[in-house]
């Protein structure tokens, strides 16, 4: 057999649907950049940084370099991407590794979005240039020990003090959060009891951040605990236009449809690794793939897939035209993030004991799927939030 990682990049079939027909030449573009780096420098080294749970430093410092930080937004010397471009570039560094298609995910889609969406005109000038080209590296503080799917009860607190505020409270699963230079940390009002969010410039007196241990999930990313304890930090540094939770929510919502892409990148890592494996594997004299009964999964496997990328295209046209709603984007983070267990479950099976060696590039997705599937709200929180939009009752609060 040939080095496991070697043609894992080539189209395998997957595109059923014609859907490669809908790219423009820009979005092509980005696609293959981020095609051939994912194929020539993550897939040969990102199976010993997980391994050992070690940041992959030079594969970060590479995005900054192929202009695909920052996302969508425009000036700043961020990329500027279209969304179908955004949702093209996150599913291929999924397919290559769940861990660096995230610290991208939570320095573009989250800290940088916060203070695009939030901040004030000074405010996106003094941090965003330096976030574009990585010179600064952006972490999201919402999530607390105690509260994660609902969130919008943080507990975290700060309070006015001259021309300052004192944050206290704790964060849990804080990716960057131990490495990052800006926390964007949302915190509770003692006054207003609004939400506001504000920008922690580390290291700082009284933050604390300490990486949680035995992941099993997207280990080359850390993620960390944070002790805030009377960190000060200027009023020039509290977002201007975060007030209230619902400008945190519509962070969250921008990133949300982001997590259905991933999942897609994912699938198709597995799906095509199964495919290549099912050809090349001989068992009772002929390949995997000659029996009727691999036949049979792979093409599930295949018409999962294909659905999955209808999803996103679609997702995609919804934010170009400015109509991807949050319940929109939950129904296909839901769907696509479930159909991706399935489809690396599958994957996984069908590679059989050789399914969890690192070397054959499925189990690594398999587990990192779990987080993806976990993080901008669960399969349940989604499925409540459409179906509070489906029936007009809301099952939570």
């Not at 996150?90 to 939570?106: N, Y």
């Not at 940390?185 to 009891?193: F, K």
């Not at 200027?234 to 945190?248: G, Q, T, V, Y």
């Not at 999803?311 to 296909?332: F, H, N, W």
Request: hydrophobic content about 40%.
């Amino acid at each position: 057999m040939t080095t496991p990682y070697t043609h894992l990049g080539e189209a395998l079939g997957t595109d059923f649907f014609s859907v490669q027909d809908e790219f423009s030449d820009e979005q092509w573009q980005r696609f293959m950049d981020v095609r051939k780096f994912v194929d020539h420098e993550v897939l040969p080294d990102i199976n010993e940084y997980w391994d050992k749970a070690e940041l992959p430093w030079h594969l970060f410092k590479r995005l900054g370099e192929l202009n695909i930080v920052g996302d969508d937004i425009v000036g700043y010397g961020a990329a500027g991407m279209s969304p179908l471009s955004v949702g093209l570039v996150h599913m291929e560094l999924h397919r290559g590794d769940g861990s660096l298609g995230t610290f991208l995910g939570v320095h573009s889609g989250l800290a940088m979005q916060s203070i695009a969406m939030c901040g004030s005109e000074e405010q996106k000038q003094r941090w965003l240039p330096a976030m574009s080209t990585l010179d600064k590296l952006g972490a999201f503080a919402l999530t607390e020990p105690e509260h994660g799917s609902d969130s919008i009860a943080l507990e975290t607190t700060a309070t006015r003090d001259g021309d300052s505020w004192v944050i206290n409270g704790s964060k849990r699963w804080i990716g960057n959060g131990s490495v990052a230079d800006l926390v964007i940390v949302w915190a509770r009002d003692t006054e207003s009891q609004e939400v506001l969010g504000f920008v922690v410039e580390t290291p700082a007196e009284g933050y604390t951040a300490t990486v949680i241990p035995g992941k099993v999930s997207l280990r080359a990313l850390w993620q960390a605990d944070i002790e805030l304890r009377d960190v000060r930090v200027p009023d020039e540094n509290r977002l201007e236009f975060a007030r209230s939770f619902k400008d945190c929510g519509r962070v969250l919502a921008n990133t949300r449809g982001i997590c259905a892409w991933m999942a897609l990148g994912h699938a198709t890592a597995g799906y095509d690794a199964a495919v290549r494996y099912a050809k090349e594997r001989t068992q009772f004299g002929k390949p995997l793939a000659s029996f009727q009964i691999v036949q049979q999964r792979l093409v599930k496997m295949l018409a999962d897939l294909t659905g999955m990328q209808l999803y996103c295209m679609q997702i995609g046209r919804l934010a170009d035209a400015g109509k991807l709603s949050p319940t929109i984007a939950g129904l296909a983070k839901m769907n696509n993030t479930s159909t991706a267990r399935t489809i690396l479950s599958e994957a996984r099976d069908l590679l059989g004991g050789n399914g969890i060696l690192l070397e054959h590039h499925v189990v690594r997705h398999w587990a990192d799927i779990e987080a993806i599937h976990t993080f901008e709200g669960t399969e349940t929180i989604q499925t409540l939030i459409v179906g509070r939009d489906v029936t007009g009752i809301s099952a939570f609060t």
